[in-house]
């Protein structure tokens, strides 16, 4: 089991605290041993992705996802994408790998700029989007189809746009 705590904010010091109030809430012990700490790698305005005959790939690229922090989804999709391109290109003389970084913004970057402007509207405002979702839980199930990667970032805010549009904020605060 992994269990985590982030924050997009470097003033953040209380995180290990956090995590121990977690683990305790779900009954887990945990060690400090047992913590490790990292930063997770995101780069959304993904630019140039190669260098001669070298490519990045996954983390090394950015390739997490700024909102849920997940990497792996992405890794395997740019090692797949990768493996096109080098296929393509192995009998070059000089091989031309600038197509693996169009694929990557076309297939992989339009959503983790999406996953940004998510991260940067909910998480600061995760209060009004926690009392959102109970006055309207037919968006915890768009939220569920988000993060099974069913609905794209950009669907899922219009979408709550809509919903604060219906309630208005004096409902959604409860006033």
Not at 68 to 84: D, F, M, P
Not at 136 to 164: G, M, N, V, W
Request: charged content about 20%; some cysteine; aromatic content about 6%.
């Amino acid at each position: 089991m992994s269990l985590g705590v982030g924050s997009f904010s470097e003033k953040a010091k209380n995180l290990p605290s956090l995590l121990h109030k977690l683990a305790q809430a779900e009954d887990l012990a945990v060690s400090p041993e047992q913590v490790n700490r990292w930063i997770i790698p995101l780069n959304p305005n993904l630019q140039v992705l190669h260098s001669g005959p070298a490519l990045v790939l996954g983390d090394a690229a950015g390739l997490a996802d700024p909102f849920t922090g997940e990497g792996i989804y992405s890794a395997l999709l740019s090692a797949s994408l990768a493996s096109e391109v080098i296929a393509e290109q192995v009998r070059c003389q000089k091989p031309d790998l600038r197509e693996y970084t169009l694929l990557v913004k076309e297939k992989i970057g339009i959503g983790l700029s999406g996953a940004l402007r998510a991260s940067r509207w909910l998480y600061p405002a995760s209060g009004l989007f926690h009392r959102l979702i109970q006055r309207r839980p037919e968006l915890a199930a768009e939220f569920a189809s988000l993060l099974a990667q069913d609905l794209k970032y950009t669907q899922f805010l219009e979408i709550c746009r809509q919903h604060i549009g219906k309630l208005g904020l004096k409902k959604v605060f409860g006033k």
